[in-house]
């Protein structure tokens, strides 16, 4: 940072205005700024469950400790930066969080793409999972983008003046960096989980009505189960003939329905009515002598 002096020997107790870059000692479940006046530590989280990373912002006096996971993110982002002030390193990391929670929200959409097109030919509750994993995944960015908006109204209400200063001009574009942010969630959000939503009603509504179809069968079953087992019992012809009867009646229904659909469909495609052959000639000569007499 600007006016840095940097002790070797002493390290951190006797440098001034420098930033140490240090491994993770605890674990960052989310984001989160707290402290006052010269103890400012700042948590944040960034990547995807594949890959996740974190880090954090430690303020030490007139110095600042950065410790970060693996991955190294951060500090590749902040070799591009011109840090001066403690103030300024800690916007950069909101910074730095927000382009990062952009690209997540941004893979959500296509990611949301593929599974409208994956949905559109299931009629069924296969893809109610997939939906449920989906709005968990995008539930959890919604989470981090209030997390980082209480963060930075904290800021912009004064929490934090010493730390702060001379990083103003830094603030504001973060700020309206946040902006469009969160209303690109909110956009996303208003349209696309409301497709799901009706998606979701479709499969319950069909669901339900083969549920309610379900129960009709059952209850006629267990109606004519009683019945003709009561017939077997009292009379075993009769109960065998009325099993006969509704058997007969199902295959008859069966073959009804299956010759009302052939005499309904239609005629193939270039080809025109079916047309009755015509008679011999020596049938044409004998209804012909047969009219000549019959007058």
């Given at each position: 940072?600007?006016?840095?002096?940097?002790r070797?020997?002493?390290?951190i107790?006797?440098?001034?205005?420098?930033?140490?870059?240090?491994?993770?000692?605890?674990?960052?479940t989310?984001d989160?700024?707290t402290?006052?006046?010269?103890?400012?530590?700042?948590?944040?989280?960034?990547?995807?469950?594949?890959?996740?990373?974190?880090?954090?912002?430690r303020?030490?006096?007139?110095?600042?400790?950065?410790e970060e996971?693996?991955?190294?993110?951060?500090?590749?982002?902040?070799?591009?930066?011109?840090?001066?002030y403690?103030?300024?390193?800690?916007?950069?990391?909101l910074?730095?969080?927000i382009?990062?929670l952009?690209?997540r929200?941004?893979?959500?959409?296509?990611?949301?793409k593929?599974?409208?097109?994956?949905?559109?030919?299931?009629?069924?509750?296969?893809?109610t999972?997939?939906?449920?994993?989906?709005?968990?995944?995008?539930t959890?960015?919604?989470?981090?983008?209030?997390?980082v908006k209480?963060i930075?109204?904290?800021?912009?209400?004064?929490?934090?003046?010493?730390?702060?200063?001379?990083?103003?001009?830094?603030q504001g574009?973060?700020?309206l960096?946040?902006?469009?942010?969160?209303?690109?969630?909110?956009?996303?959000?208003?349209?696309?989980?409301k497709?799901?939503?009706?998606?979701t009603?479709?499969?319950?509504?069909?669901?339900?009505?083969?549920?309610?179809?379900l129960?009709?069968?059952?209850?006629?079953?267990?109606?004519?189960?009683f019945?003709?087992?009561?017939?077997?019992?009292?009379?075993?012809?009769?109960g065998?003939?009325?099993?006969?009867?509704?058997?007969?009646?199902?295959?008859?229904?069966?073959?009804?329905?299956?010759?009302?659909?052939?005499?309904?469909?239609?005629?193939?495609?270039?080809?025109g009515p079916?047309?009755?052959p015509?008679?011999?000639?020596?049938?044409?000569?004998?209804k012909?002598?047969?009219?000549?007499w019959?007058?």
């Amino acid at each position: 940072m600007n006016r840095g002096q940097f002790r070797e020997e002493q390290r951190i107790e006797g440098s001034s205005y420098c930033i140490f870059f240090a491994p993770m000692e605890e674990l960052v479940t989310q984001d989160r700024m707290t402290g006052r006046e010269d103890r400012v530590v700042l948590e944040l989280l960034y990547g995807d469950e594949m890959l996740p990373g974190a880090l954090r912002v430690r303020q030490v006096g007139s110095n600042a400790v950065v410790e970060e996971s693996t991955q190294g993110a951060f500090r590749a982002f902040l070799e591009e930066k011109p840090v001066k002030y403690i103030g300024q390193l800690l916007m950069y990391a909101l910074q730095f969080k927000i382009q990062d929670l952009s690209l997540r929200i941004e893979g959500c959409t296509g990611e949301m793409k593929q599974l409208e097109d994956a949905l559109d030919n299931c009629i069924d509750n296969s893809g109610t999972y997939r939906l449920l994993d989906f709005r968990r995944r995008y539930t959890e960015c919604g989470n981090m983008v209030l997390a980082v908006k209480e963060i930075l109204s904290r800021i912009d209400k004064g929490y934090y003046p010493m730390q702060m200063q001379n990083s103003y001009v830094l603030q504001g574009e973060v700020l309206l960096e946040f902006r469009f942010l969160e209303e690109r969630y909110e956009l996303i959000k208003s349209t696309v989980l409301k497709d799901f939503d009706t998606y979701t009603s479709i499969i319950n509504n069909n669901i339900n009505r083969n549920a309610r179809l379900l129960s009709i069968i059952s209850l006629v079953g267990v109606v004519l189960n009683f019945m003709f087992g009561s017939l077997l019992a009292a009379n075993p012809l009769l109960g065998i003939i009325g099993g006969l009867s509704v058997a007969g009646l199902s295959v008859g229904a069966t073959a009804v329905y299956h010759v009302s659909r052939r005499g309904n469909a239609p005629l193939p495609s270039g080809r025109g009515p079916i047309q009755t052959p015509s008679l011999p000639k020596f049938h044409r000569k004998e209804k012909r002598e047969r009219d000549q007499w019959e007058k």
